[in-house]
């Protein structure tokens, strides 16, 4: 009886929330492909620009995300978790037969299949998780999106430094771990990961917001011992073990919230649960879900800003703010902003991720596999200081949350700068769809934003990087061609860095035109909070 009355008390829905961090930890398996890109290129004997539009074939998996999107509101979390699972297990799994040399190389059009396989497989778990989460906790959407995505950000450096500490990097043992471990942990998530209707009561969002807190924390000392174990150099076969269980027991540590909830939740609180787990449609905007109604004066309905014409069947459009269908949001100008402001960012990032591995020889690195742990670990820093400090400037003074992207665009700027200029130790230096177009439909509004990754890693890394290197690079004897030196990719670190600017402006542009979507958010904050604060 026990299992069966945890998972429906209250505990269950922090369950859930465990499992689904637990996915997130293994879902970054996108940003990995600098772990075994040079076997490919030696095994396959290919220039920069065939292994570069490889890398394209994976990130093309994203674009099939729309299919994720879609089932998000069709489907429960269970069956979206499982097609992920089997199709990373395939994609994955292939690629590891061909490194590890049990079958000779595919032809490049059939290992680009695989490798899109791949990278689309994390289209679904992130899917499952990240809709499923945000409607479990619609009132902590800031909190709930800072620490999935930093796990997702930590992943890489978990698989990277599980690797170095078990297998000493070897790239085929690194592809089983990519094509096993998120099956497993996706069919366990399937067990436990369920639709729940959010906190409803003062006391109810309170409890969520200590207990979210305590989840940053974890996953603040999970990314610090991962730090640690990068910085301190190599380590003897004992310390890589002790490794390895120290970041099981960190990994296992959030067990402890659902655990408490169970053991000190009074009973008959049982949390409300739709049984068969079908993805129920989330009909109010999201202002009215979080605060007062949404006044819609007179004054605006013809304002120049055109956010509430009415077309031509007399439906209104929905303002910025409330839910938004497909056709409703890609013709908001606001939507295009925010579309072309993550392609600079998104797209520059990529292209690092992806040629990792050969900048790093041309910068006079002969293993990047810290490069990419360390990278994966700031960006983990960058997701949960920017959920936090988001929902908190929101809730102080009614912030914007794109100023935190044109910050991110900045800080990118500046290294790739740096990188440009082959400064010593540069290489060192590397939820706002939900609040501005609602959460109805908020599966498919994330997978077509991010369509831009994709696009973002033709332009940037199939293209601008790929075609730029070889023309610095020499053949080799094989057939593939290297460069090493500053100059290798020189120029592609300054166009990066103008396309960074770029996104910088657009994010500013993009934070002036939505701040009475913050200043309401801001004012439904203060009103909760004075309603959470006890009566003298």
Not at 352 to 367: F, I, K, P
Request: glycine fraction near 8%.
């Amino acid at each position: 009886m026990f299992p069966w009355q945890f998972l429906t008390s209250p505990a269950g829905k922090w369950l859930g929330f465990v499992t689904a961090i637990w996915v997130q930890a293994i879902s970054g398996n996108n940003y990995t492909f600098s772990n075994y890109s040079h076997a490919l290129k030696s095994l396959m004997a290919l220039t920069q620009l065939q292994l570069n539009n490889l890398s394209v074939a994976k990130d093309v998996g994203k674009a099939f995300g729309l299919l994720s999107g879609l089932a998000s509101d069709r489907w429960p979390t269970s069956i979206i978790l499982i097609f992920g699972a089997v199709e990373g297990l395939i994609g994955y799994g292939v690629q590891w037969l061909v490194v590890s040399q049990r079958i000779s190389p595919l032809p490049y059009w059939q290992m680009c299949i695989f490798m899109c396989m791949g990278g689309n497989s994390t289209t679904w778990m992130n899917t499952a998780v990240l809709v499923t989460c945000m409607r479990n906790f619609a009132n902590n959407r800031g909190p709930v999106s800072g620490i999935l995505k930093g796990y997702v950000g930590l992943s890489t450096a978990i698989f990277t430094d599980l690797c170095t500490a078990l297998f000493s990097s070897n790239p085929s043992k690194f592809l089983l771990m990519l094509a096993v471990v998120p099956a497993i942990v996706c069919l366990t998530a399937v067990l436990f990961l369920k639709e729940t209707e959010p906190a409803s009561t003062p006391s109810e969002q309170k409890q969520e917001a200590k207990f979210f807190r305590a989840f940053d924390v974890i996953a603040i000392a999970v990314a610090v011992y991962l730090l640690a174990f990068d910085i301190t150099g190599t380590h003897g076969h004992v310390l890589s073990l002790a490794f390895v269980i120290g970041l099981a027991v960190l990994l296992a540590m959030p067990l402890g919230v659902p655990l408490y909830t169970f053991l000190y939740t009074p009973s008959g609180t049982e949390p409300s649960c739709h049984n068969d787990d079908i993805e129920h449609q989330i009909k109010e905007p999201l202002l009215a879900k979080i605060g007062a109604p949404i006044e819609k004066p007179p004054e605006i309905q013809n304002s120049n800003e055109g956010i509430n014409l009415r077309n031509v069947v007399g439906k209104r459009q929905p303002l910025i703010g409330e839910d938004h269908t497909i056709i409703e949001m890609v013709q908001t100008f606001d939507f295009w902003i925010l579309f072309f402001s993550f392609l600079c960012g998104v797209g520059t990032g990529m292209c690092v991720m992806n040629n990792m591995a050969q900048m790093g020889l041309a910068l006079g690195y002969h293993d990047v596999s810290i490069f990419v742990s360390l990278t994966s670990i700031w960006g983990f820093f960058g997701r949960i200081v920017s959920g936090l400090a988001s929902e908190y400037y929101i809730g102080k003074c009614g912030t914007p949350r794109p100023l935190w992207n044109a910050a991110a665009e900045v800080l990118m700027a500046l290294g790739f700068i740096a990188m440009a200029s082959a400064l010593p130790g540069s290489f060192y230096i590397v939820p706002v769809a939900s609040e501005l177009f609602g959460l109805k439909y908020y599966g498919l509004l994330y997978n077509i934003l991010i369509l831009n990754l994709p696009l973002g890693s033709f332009l940037f890394s199939g293209l601008l990087a790929g075609l730029l290197y070889d023309a610095q690079a020499t053949s080799t004897s094989g057939g593939g061609t290297t460069c090493v030196g500053p100059h290798c990719y020189m120029l592609v670190f300054v166009i990066m860095a103008i396309a960074c600017m770029l996104g910088l402006a657009l994010d500013v542009l993009l934070a002036f035109r939505t701040k009475n979507v913050y200043a309401k958010i801001y004012e439904s904050k203060k009103r909760t909070t004075t309603t959470l604060r006890p009566h003298s």
